[in-house]
């Protein structure tokens, strides 16, 4: 894979800062052995964007754990060994939110396999059904996973009795642990993944089961012990929900005739009323002078039985890796040519893969609420993302600043910007905890050179200040003790924003007394100190 080279960034890493942002995102090589790719003859295409060097995750070989008692064994040994244990799902996420990318000697990555992938109905009365699931279980298919199929994912498997997951993030590769303990959402503020979740058990520091039932302070706090107990292996989910439909559209207009247009009379936009009242919603801006599109996507449940399938134009695989082509000629432009005749002539290249198609939508819910499940994700359209999430009410102030920092062609670059919104959740350490939210994903193409850090800089600094904005713990974070603006990020910066900080970090070190859970990052990240054990 291409190598970021974080060293062109003019900022200066704090010493606490994070390893290299590509080789947070690398997985071992053992473990992708086999990647799922389509057999039309489009893995040449997908080659082309991979070198020969195989992802990874450190030096570190995952060994795989197919019940409770082999995770009680794996925690004992490390224990009496003074060893790090981490769980690896999908690595959707950052590589340190995962595992250690800096080659620690003393880490054991483990995957969930056998019962813990597994998937069980408990009882079914009164059109409620109780669900089992194994941690490790994909929510759909991940496709650099040889044992993943849509056949054994979650969301498949739910569809067979009748079930539905009431809201999905955009794409459905993650392990079921995994998008609940990075407290990822969909979009929507009518629906949460939390709805559903009855009871997480898990295995912590010490080797013992451990359950936490929804409505009590440890179910509160347990969603974000994800840092630190990365090890939950069972789910049981209270489906209430059956299996529906959702219509709707996805159309690209001009940003004059979008949701995103101000109206002179009140100054504002009808983003946040949009947001607010309509059921399933995401919208991709192109804010380049030359280009001024938005891509909105806009669901609700539907009553109709017509089958009209979703179809992302980036699902066909030639069509992705042209527009994946014209990413990097752009970036090479905007880095080695800037000035009107590129910024033109970037205006002129997103148009052709944001033509204004509307098109309609009717399917089964699994089938559209990841409305990016198409695009290849994975290699041809790698994305890189920080992401914001804000509270509701601060949505318009946000746009304005938006709005003022991409009037800088620079900064507006070659790609989009993702805004959608979020449920309000109880979890203390979740980016939505106790509100809803309004979420802002700049966007960076992962196979252009240059390090997306510094790109995401632009961003930090002005939308740091924000009041009450939170970032997703699975994405890229600001450096750990870097000022961006007049805010620095730090401990204390955390903790205003989520006031039960302390309390999640007592409860840390009630269940993982020895920091057998703790990784350099997570450790630096939240000013836990090394205890005489560790040293």
Known sequence: ???????????????????????????????????????????????????????????????????????????????????????????????????????????????????LRSFTVLSDEGGTKIVKVGGGCYLGQNPLDKDST????????????????PILGGITHQSIAGFTMTGSAGGSVAHGFEDIIKEIHFIDGKGRSQVAVKGTDLFNRGRSIFWSLRDHNLHVLEVKTPSFKVGGFEQTVSEADSVLAVDQNTGTSKLQETLENTEYFRLLWFPQKYAQRVTEWSGHR???????????????????????MALKSMHWLLTNRPGEDTY?????????????????????????IPMDEQTPCDTIFRTEFT??????????????????????????????????????????????????????DPFWFYHQKGDPREYFDHFWKVLMEVD???????????????????????????????????????????????????????????GIETIPAQK
């Open 1 to 115: 894979m291409r190598k970021g080279n974080s060293q062109r960034s003019g900022q200066k890493k704090p010493e606490n800062n994070q390893p290299d942002t590509n080789d947070q995102n690398e997985m071992n090589a053992e473990t992708m052995e086999a990647r799922a790719l389509p057999n039309d003859g489009r893995e040449e295409l997908y080659n082309f964007f991979l070198d020969s060097e195989s992802p990874r995750l450190g030096a570190t070989v995952p060994e795989l754990v197919n019940n409770e008692d082999q995770v009680k064994n794996v925690i004992q040994s490390a224990r009496e060994n003074k060893e790090i244990v981490r769980v690896f799902g999908s690595a959707h996420s950052i590589g340190p939110a995962v595992g250690d990318t800096e080659n620690t000697p003393n880490e054991r990555l483990i995957r969930l396999s056998g019962e």
């Open 150 to 165: 849509m056949a054994n994912s979650v969301n498949v498997q739910l569809e067979n009795i009748d079930c539905a997951i």
């Open 302 to 324: 539907s009553e109709s039985n017509e089958i009209i399938p979703y179809k992302n134009v980036l699902g066909n695989p030639w069509v992705a890796g042209a527009a994946a």
């Open 344 to 368: 033109k002539f970037i205006g002129d290249a997103l148009k052709i893969f944001t033509f204004k198609n509307p098109t309609e939508f009717n399917d089964v819910w699994y089938k559209t």
């Open 387 to 440: 992401e914001l999430w804000f509270p509701m009410e601060e949505t318009e102030h946000v746009m304005s600043i938006l709005r003022v920092l991409y009037e800088d062609q620079q900064v507006a670059g070659n790609y989009a910007c993702e805004l959608y919104a979020a449920k309000s959740s109880p979890f203390w350490m979740s980016p939505a905890h106790n509100r809803n939210v309004f979420r802002c």
């Open 468 to 526: 009450g904005v939170r970032l997703h713990w699975g994405k890229l974070l600001p450096y750990s003790g870097g000022t961006y603006g007049g805010t620095t990020y730090d401990v204390a910066f955390m903790k205003k924003s989520y006031p039960k900080m302390d309390d999640w970090l007592a409860l840390r070190a009630e269940y993982d007394p020895d920091q057998i859970y703790l990784t350099e990052y997570w450790r630096k990240l939240f």
